[in-house]
């Protein structure tokens, strides 16, 4: 099954944030330049899809999508016509048009959010559980071999899975190992991460 996009909206919004930071415009100084009304009222309006995130953060996927598509999907729409519109009449070369039209060239992804409640509004959290390898990598320079680079990420992939649902990897892991030679393949499913439950822990005896 081919991988459908779903674009970050903190990335979407970046460029903007920069264009309206009055607080990094009143440090330049001299060299300042002129906040763009234009940026802050993009981050106003992309700021209202953000709230409408944290309302519903923890909900289930259904009950994601359901507010998604009752309160997110207007204000979507809304903010496609307005860029749209400021788009048409700024001047090439503005410094707003490459924002504007990074969300609008990409604009099926962005909006993909308001068609599934699975999908996150940004990335952030795939980019905080990068984070350690991109600190460590200069210390693994080498995995061997290509089979041991491959190796590597599988490792890497299910310890992070694990952790997204928080469980203890190395629990996880140990306890799999363990059953997943003996376990029939139509339950197999139960050792997933989502569904694993750890071992009931055996109550230690006394002596009579």
Not at 35 to 63: C, H, K, T
Request: some cysteine; hydrophobic content about 45%.
């Amino acid at each position: 099954m081919p991988a459908t996009p779903a674009f970050c909206w903190a990335h979407g919004r970046r460029a903007f944030l920069e264009l309206a930071d009055i607080a990094q415009n009143a440090r330049r100084g001299r060299s300042a330049t002129a906040i763009s009304p234009i940026a802050l009222e993009a981050v106003r309006r992309i700021d209202q899809l953000f709230e409408i995130e944290r309302e519903i953060y923890g909900l289930s996927a259904e009950e994601r999508l359901r507010i998604r598509q009752e309160r997110s999907a207007p204000l979507l729409t809304d903010l496609e016509a307005w860029l749209r519109a400021e788009s048409a009449r700024l001047s090439r070369s503005s410094n707003m048009i490459k924002p504007i039209n990074y969300l609008l060239n990409r604009w099926d992804g962005f909006a993909r959010l308001v068609h599934n409640g699975r999908i996150c509004m940004t990335n952030n959290a795939a980019e905080r559980a990068l984070r350690g390898f991109a600190l460590g990598r200069k210390a693994w320079l080498f995995a061997g071999s290509d089979r041991g680079a491959e190796r590597t990420a599988v490792m890497a992939t299910l310890i992070m899975t694990a952790r997204l649902n928080d469980i203890d990897p190395k629990a996880w892991l140990a306890d799999i190992f363990a059953r997943i030679a003996d376990m029939p393949q139509h339950r197999l499913h139960e050792l997933l991460p989502w569904n694993w439950m750890p071992p009931a822990s055996t109550p230690s005896t006394q002596a009579a």
